[in-house]
Every structure is written in C-alpha cells, then in structure tokens.
C-alpha cells in the first residue's frame, strides 16, 4: 500500500475477527513507531504488545470500553516524561505527548497498510492498565494509549468518519488568511 493510501483509508475499527493476525506483522508496525521525530533524537517511548488474552480482557475493562476485548492482541503505549523533562525542563512534557503523538501515528499507519486494524484508546484507569501490565507506579511513566489490534470483521467494514476540508484548516501567511497571494490559477502547465 502507498503512503497516500495508507494515510486515507487508516480508520478506527471497534469490531475484530476472532482469528489472529501474524503477531510479526504488530512487531513490524511497533519498529516503524521508531523512525518518527524525536526532541534531541531522545526516544523516549516503550510498547508493550500484550498477547495474553486475559490482559486484554483486563485492559478492556481499563478502559471500560468492551470492545477492546474481541481484539486478538493490544499494544500499549508508555512514556518516560522524566528522560526529556532532565533535557528540556519546562518543555520536556509538551515535547513528550509530541513525539508520543508522532511515534503513534507512524505505528497506526504501518499496521493499516499490512491490513491490521485498531482504534485509539485514550479513555482507560492509568493505574488499572499500569497493575495489569506491572508497571512501575511512577509518576515519570504515562500511559499515553491502549491499542486494541486484529483484523476488521467484515461486517464493520466501510469507509471511514468525514474528515474537515483542506480550506477549512488552512490559512496563507497570517491568521485566518484563505487566498494564497497573488491568486494564481493553478494548471496543469504551473502544476
Ligand atoms: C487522543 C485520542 C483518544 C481517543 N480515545 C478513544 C477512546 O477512548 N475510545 C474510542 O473508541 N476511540 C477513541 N479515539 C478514536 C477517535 O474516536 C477516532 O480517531 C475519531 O472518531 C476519528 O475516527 P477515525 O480514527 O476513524 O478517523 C481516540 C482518538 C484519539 C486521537
């Protein structure tokens, strides 16, 4: 699948087959995750793909969202804030959640593209998922998402939620701005 395809038709999926999906094709999204940009190059992120049905039906209550329990596998998510609050102080934690969001995407798209399925789950008891998966209870390490992954019932298969149009979120030069000045019509001969 091509990178504008992949970024197109990525969408969240809440019903999954039973079957599972080859858990190397997870492990292969979970490495593209660490190409993404980094503050000062200093990953500081860690995925811990959960396998264990028992943990999953665990993290779906986490979550309260029981959909989470029909997916084969999950990957969650963690970051260590302290490692780029020592570097960049006040920053650290913006610069944080930034390359978490960055990381996650690459990882959401290079499932999509080997037909892997998932939905974002931001809603869950950080301390729940953190006892489910023994995670140190420090304040240093966040939970920034659980990701249940299997393959797409074929039932919720369709397209995916409207998306905002280009014109809506795009300004030129200044705030509010539409018109890209001067207005230049554009053709297949200034294309
Ligand atoms: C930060 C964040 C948190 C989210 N949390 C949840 C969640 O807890 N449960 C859920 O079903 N979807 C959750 N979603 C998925 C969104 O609902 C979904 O991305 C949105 O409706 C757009 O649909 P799409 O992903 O199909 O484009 C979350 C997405 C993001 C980015």
Redesign the pocket.
């Known amino acids: 699948m091509d990178l504008n395809s992949a970024i197109k038709t ?3 999926v ?1 019903r999954f087959l039973d079957r599972k999906p080859d858990w190397r094709k997870v492990v292969k999204a979970i490495d593209a995750a660490r190409f993404a940009p980094a503050a000062g190059n200093q990953f500081a992120l860690k995925f811990v793909f959960v396998r264990d049905k028992d943990k999953v039906k665990k993290l779906a209550e986490a ?1 309260q ?1 029981s959909f989470v329990k029909q997916a084969p596998f999950a990957v969650v998510v963690v970051s260590d804030n302290a490692k780029l609050e020592r570097s960049y102080g006040e920053h650290g934690e913006k610069y944080t959640r930034q390359q978490a969001g960055a990381a996650i995407e690459n990882f959401l798209l290079a499932l999509n593209a080997q037909k892997l399925a998932t ?5 869950f008891v950080e301390e729940q998922v953190k006892r489910v998966l023994e995670i140190p209870d420090s304040d240093n390490l966040t939970i920034e ?1 659980i990701f249940p992954v299997g393959m797409e019932t074929r039932a919720a298969a369709g397209r ?2 409207s ?1 905002p149009d280009l014109e809506n979120i795009l300004y030129f030069d200044k705030w509010k701005n539409k018109y890209m000045e001067p207005q230049v019509k554009i053709g297949m001969e200034n294309a």
């Open positions: 990525r969408k969240s809440r979550s969202q939905c974002w789950i931001g809603a998402a995916g939620k998306k």
